[in-house]
C-alpha cells in the first residue's frame, strides 16, 4: 500500500453511543464510582467499515483511469499547480494534503512511485534508483511537474465527473479521463483487507498496438514488460489472473573464464537485494565465489569473480536455483468498478480502458462540435448585425425591452440560414459589442472566419461519425510522439527447469564405515566416498544384497557390511550395476545387470531372489555401463571339470533391478577375480538442442544435434569469429551470437569467410580445429575486422555479389571454397577473395559428397525397471556356458 499511518473512526451513527449493534454499556462501579464502559458489539460493523475503506480508498486502483486516490489526487494537484515549470515535491504534497486526509510522507512515497515510471511526471533531482534500490531525497529537494504526456491524455475538465473533499471545501476528480490504457502501462500493487491486487507493468508500445486491434476486431496477446529489463517465462501468465505465475531470471553471461556478469537483474529486486541473495548462498555453500564487485550506475553491472576450477555454466544455474537472480511473480487483477472490487484478466483491462477512450473521445467531440456550432452561430449573428446596420435600430428605443426587440426584429429577415433560433441572449451579447470592433469590421474577414468554422464542424461531425477511425488514428499519434525510446526491455522466454541437486555445489565430503553399516558428513575418521552436497542423495548397496537411497545427512545406520555407496542421480539413466549373486545359503549363483531409478527414500529393495543367506559375491558401479570381464573360479566339489572359466558382462542384457538375473552355475563358487576392465555397452546419447530455452536437452526438444559417446564433442562457433569444443553438458549455457552449434567431426575442414578490418579486404580460409581444449579466435584481432559466412561443409560454395562503382555494375561471382584454397592451420590468414568493392556474400548450397561411413559397434540399449524374460546361463560338463530360455 501506499499509505501506513493509522486512522481514526468515529462510529458510522456519528453519535457517542450509537443503537443497534453499535453500543457501549455503561455501568458505575460502587467502590470507586468510575463508570465502566464496555465495548462488546463496537467492532462487529466497525470492521466491516474499515475493510471497505482500505479497499475502495486507498490499497486498490479503480479500473476507470488507473489510479489510485492518493494517486489521482497527487495529479490533480499538479495540474492545479501546473505552470510549465518545475514545483517543488513538498509544494505538491502539502496542496495534495488538501485533498487526501492522510500525512505527507504517504503522499511523498506515492509521488516518487509515479516519477520513477518515468511517464507522466517530469522529473528534476535525485528521485531514486529502482535498479540499486536507493530512495529518493527528500521532498524538499527534488521538483516534479506533468510530462507532456500526462497533460495530453490525463485532463479534460468539462468531462470530468467532481466531488466534494474530505473537508467539504474543494472539488476532486472522482476519476481522471484517462485516454491511454495507464493501469497496465505502470502497473498496480497493493494489500488491503481480505485481498490484494498485482497488476504487473506492460510496454507502452505492445499496449497501444494491442489496443487498436481491439478497435479493429483483431485478436491480441498481451505479457508484461519491467522496467529492470531481464528476461521471464509468460508461458503461465495466465492473462495476469488469479493462479498464474511469471517467471523473471537475471541477464547473466560469462565476461571470461573466471568471471561472470549480471546486466539486467529481475523485476521486484534491486543490485543490492541480490547481491546479498548471491552472498547467502555462497555462505550456506550452494556457490562458490571468490568476490562480487557492483559497478552499477544508469545501467546494471555485478562481476562475480569464480575460484579456480569452478564451472561457470554449473554457477550460472545455481544461482538462478539458490539466489535472487530468478524470481517467480504471481500476478492478481483486482480493480475496483462501480465500488466493488473486481477480479479481472489484463485482456478485459484493456478492452474497457479502450472502449472507455473511445467513450471519452467521443464525449470530447460532442462538446468541440457544440461549441464550434455556438461560435458559428455568434459569428454569424455578428456579422448580420454589423453589416445591416442593425445596431441603428436602438437609436431611438428608450428603454431595454425596446432595444431587444427592435433588435430582434431586426435579425429576422436575416436568421433563415442560421442552424438554431436567436435567443434572448443571443441579442444581449450583441449588445455588448463595442463601437471600436463595429468601426474596423471587416466583411471579407468575418466570412473567412465562419467558413473555417465550417469546415471544422465538418471535420468533427466526421470524426464523429468515424469514432474508431479516430481513435485508431488518436492511438497511433500517441505511438508516434511518445514511443521512441519505450521499447520493449524484457526478453520473453521460455526457461528450463533447474534440478537443484545437478547445479548445486559439492562441498561436503560424504564417508562411510563399511563394517558398522553408517554413512555421513560426519564420519570423518572413516573412509572418504565423494564430494556431496546437504540436498543429495546416497545409494548404498549391501553384502546381503539389499539397497538403500537415503538422503545425506552427518551420519545415518543403513545396515551392516556396506559393498558399494554413491551420490544418486534419480534420473540418471546411464550408470549400470554389475551383480554376481548367490541364491540362499548354498543355492545357485546368478549374474545380471540392471540401473536403478523410481525409488523410495529410505525403502529397503532386495536385488535378490530374498531366499536367507543369499550373498552378493560380485560387485561394480559403472557411470557408463561398462561391462568388464571377470574370472570365476569354482571350488572343487564333485565330478566339476573345468574349475575357472571366464564371464563376460557384455553378454548381459541390462534388465530391471528386480529382474533374477542369469544363471552363472550350481556349484559353490571360490573366488570371482577381475580379469579386464570394460568399455561401454550403451548406445550413445542423443542429444539435442532446443532454440526456445538455448539448452541442450535428451528428451527429444528441438533439434537433434546427433549421438554422443563419452569422448564426441560439440563444435560451437560465434559470430564474434570464435569456436571451440565442448563435452555437451546439459548445464552449459550458450553465447547470443552463437551461429554454429554441430557434432563436432575433427577430420571436418571449416571454411570461413572474413572482413580484415587493417587490410580493408576479403580473405578465405580452411582449416581444422588445434586445441580441442581451447577457445580460438580464427579471424584477425582488428576492430573492425568481422565474420560474414562460415561453412562446416565439405565442399561449400559462396556467391560474391559486388557494388556499383562509378555506375559500373560487375556481374556475381560463384567461388568453391574447396577449390579456392587448401586446408591450413587456424591462425593463418588466409587466400584475399578479391580487390573489388563487395556489396554482399551468400552460402550457396554446397557440392555433393559422400561422407565415408563410420563403424559403430554393437551397443546395447538400457531397459527400463519392468520386468522382461529371463535368460538362464547354465554350466555344462566341458565348463563351457550355453544360453537358453526359460
Not at 573366488?671 to 532454440?691: A, C, Q
Not at 571454397?817 to 556474400?841: C, M, P, R, S, W
Request: proline share 4%; glycine share 6%.
Amino acid at each position: 500500500m501506499d499509505e501506513e499511518e493509522d486512522i481514526n473512526f468515529e462510529p458510522s451513527n456519528g453519535e457517542g453511543e450509537g443503537n443497534g449493534d453499535h453500543f457501549y454499556d455503561k455501568e458505575e462501579n460502587p467502590e470507586s464510582g468510575d463508570t465502566i464502559t464496555k465495548v462488546t458489539g463496537m467492532y462487529k460493523d466497525w470492521f466491516l467499515d474499515y475493510a471497505s475503506y482500505v479497499i475502495l480508498e486507498r490499497a486498490v486502483p479503480a479500473i476507470e483511469d488507473g489510479f489510485k486516490p492518493v494517486q489521482r489526487r497527487i495529479m490533480h494537484s499538479l495540474k492545479e499547480l501546473d505552470d510549465g515549470r518545475y514545483n517543488k515535491v513538498a509544494n505538491v504534497v502539502g496542496h495534495t494534503m488538501q485533498y487526501h486526509p492522510h500525512g505527507d510522507a504517504s503522499i511523498g512515497d506515492a509521488m516518487v512511485q509515479i516519477g520513477q515510471k518515468d511517464l507522466l511526471i517530469d522529473t528534476q533531482g535525485n528521485w531514486g534508483n529502482i535498479l540499486t534500490g536507493d530512495g529518493a531525497a527528500a521532498s524538499r529537494y527534488i521538483e516534479a511537474r506533468l510530462s507532456k504526456f500526462g497533460l495530453e491524455v490525463l485532463y479534460s475538465p468539462k468531462i470530468t465527473p467532481w466531488q466534494l473533499s474530505y473537508d467539504g471545501r474543494r472539488n476532486e476528480p472522482i476519476n481522471l479521463p484517462v485516454k491511454f490504457p495507464l493501469l497496465l502501462a505502470q502497473g498496480a500493487e497493493g494489500i488491503a483487507v481480505g485481498l490484494s491486487t498485482k497488476v504487473l507493468p506492460h510496454n507502452f508500445n505492445e499496449l497501444i498496438d494491442a489496443s487498436i486491434k481491439i478497435l479493429k476486431n483483431k485478436p491480441f496477446t498481451l505479457f508484461p514488460d519491467f522496467p529492470t529489463a531481464g528476461i521471464a517465462d509468460v508461458s503461465n501468465y495466465n492473462d495476469g489472473m488469479r493462479g498464474g505465475r511469471v517467471r523473471v531470471r537475471a541477464k547473466i553471461s560469462q565476461l571470461d573464464k573466471s568471471t561472470l556478469v549480471i546486466t539486467q537483474i529481475p523485476f521486484s529486486t534491486n543490485t543490492t537485494t541480490l547481491i546479498d541473495s548471491i552472498l547467502k548462498a555462497n555462505e550456506k555453500g550452494k556457490i562458490k565465489v571468490r568476490k562480487i564487485e557492483d559497478n552499477t550506475a544508469a545501467d546494471v553491472e555485478i562481476l562475480i569473480h569464480l575460484p579456480a576450477g569452478v564451472s561457470p555454466d554449473k554457477t550460472i544455474d545455481a544461482l538462478f536455483a539458490f539466489t535472487g537472480c530468478e524470481t517467480s511473480v504471481a500476478p492478481l487483477g483486482c480493480v475496483i468498478e462501480d465500488h466493488k472490487p473486481r477480479f479481472i484478466g489484463v485482456s478485459d483491462m484493456l478492452k474497457i480502458s479502450t472502449n472507455r477512450t473511445v467513450d471519452l473521445l467521443k464525449r470530447e467531440l460532442e462538446i468541440q462540435l457544440d461549441e464550434l456550432e455556438e461560435s458559428w452561430h455568434f459569428q454569424s449573428l455578428e456579422r448580420i448585425f454589423i453589416e445591416n446596420r442593425i445596431y441603428r435600430l436602438i437609436e431611438e428605443e428608450e428603454t431595454w425591452e425596446g432595444v431587444i426587440k427592435a433588435i430582434d426584429e431586426g435579425l429576422k429577415p436575416h436568421t433563415k440560414h442560421l442552424r438554431r433560433a436567436v435567443t434572448e441572449e443571443d441579442i444581449v451579447r450583441l449588445t455588448e459589442i463595442r463601437i471600436k470592433r463595429i468601426s474596423k469590421f471587416d466583411i471579407d474577414k468575418a466570412q473567412e472566419k465562419i467558413e473555417a468554422l465550417e469546415g471544422e464542424i465538418e471535420q468533427v461531425k466526421y470524426n464523429l461519425d468515424h469514432i474508431i477511425d479516430f481513435a485508431v488514428d488518436y492511438f497511433q499519434g500517441l505511438k508516434d510522439r511518445y514511443g521512441k525510446g519505450r521499447e520493449r526491455k524484457t526478453e520473453l522466454r521460455s526457461f528450463d527447469n533447474i534440478e537443484a541437486t545437478k547445479v548445486v555445489l559439492r562441498n561436503t565430503k560424504l564417508y562411510v564405515n563399511r563394517e558398522e553399516g553408517f554413512v555421513g558428513t560426519g564420519l570423518k575418521k572413516d573412509e572418504y566416498v565423494a564430494e556431496c552436497s546437504d540436498i543429495d542423495d546416497v545409494i548404498v548397496f549391501l553384502r546381503d544384497g539389499s539397497m538403500m537411497i537415503t538422503k545425506v545427512d552427518v551420519k545415518t545406520f543403513v545396515g551392516k557390511d556396506i559393498i558399494h555407496v554413491a551420490v544418486f542421480d534419480k534420473n540418471d539413466k546411464r550408470t549400470i550395476y554389475n551383480m554376481i549373486y548367490r541364491d540362499g545359503k548354498s543355492g545357485p549363483s546368478y549374474i545380471k545387470r540392471f540401473n536403478v531409478s523410481g525409488v523410495t527414500r529410505d525403502k529397503p529393495y532386495d536385488l535378490t531372489q530374498g531366499n536367507k543367506g543369499s550373498q552378493v559375491l560380485y560387485f561394480s558401479g559403472n557411470p557408463n555401463g561398462e561391462a568388464e570381464v571377470v574370472t570365476i573360479l569354482l571350488r572343487q566339489v564333485g565330478s566339476v571339470k573345468k574349475l575357472k572359466f571366464d564371464l563376460d558382462f557384455a553378454d548381459m542384457a541390462i534388465k530391471g533391478r528386480a529382474s533374477r538375473g542369469n544363471t552363472v552355475t550350481k556349484y559353490p563358487i571360490k573366488k570371482i577375480e577381475l580379469k579386464e576392465k570394460g568399455i561401454s555397452t550403451l548406445k550413445p546419447r542423443r542429444v539435442w538442442f532446443d532454440d526456445t530455452v538455448h539448452r541442450l536437452n535428451v528428451d527429444g526438444r528441438g533439434e537433434l544435434l546427433g549421438e554422443f559417446r563419452p569422448n564426441d564433442r560439440l563444435l560451437i562457433i560465434n559470430q564474434s569469429g570464435k569456436l571451440k569444443t565442448i563435452i555437451p553438458e546439459l548445464t552449459t549455457h550458450f553465447d547470443e551470437d552463437m551461429i554454429k552449434l554441430e557434432k563436432w567431426n575433427p577430420k571436418k575442414p571449416i571454411s570461413a569467410i572474413y572482413y580484415d578490418g587493417e587490410k580493408e579486404r576479403y580473405y578465405v580460409k580452411r582449416f581444422l580445429v588445434e586445441n580441442e581444449n581451447k577457445e580460438e579466435t580464427f579471424i584477425t584481432e582488428h576492430d573492425n575486422s568481422q565474420l560474414e559466412i562460415v561453412s562446416t561443409d565439405y565442399r561449400p560454395v559462396a556467391e560474391v555479389i559486388f557494388a556499383k562503382v562509378k555506375g559500373v555494375q560487375k556481374d556475381n561471382i560463384t567461388v568453391d571454397l574447396e577449390n579456392f584454397i587448401a586446408v591450413k592451420g587456424i591462425k593463418a590468414l588466409g587466400n584475399q577473395l578479391t580487390t573489388d568493392k563487395v556489396k554482399q556474400i551468400n552460402l550457396l548450397d554446397p557440392l555433393p559428397y559422400e561422407e565415408p561411413e563410420e563403424e559403430i559397434p554393437e551397443e546395447i540399449e538400457v531397459s527400463g525397471d519392468t520386468e522382461v524374460e529371463e535368460t538362464n546361463t547354465t554350466l555344462e560338463d566341458d565348463g563351457q556356458i550355453t544360453l537358453s530360455l526359460d
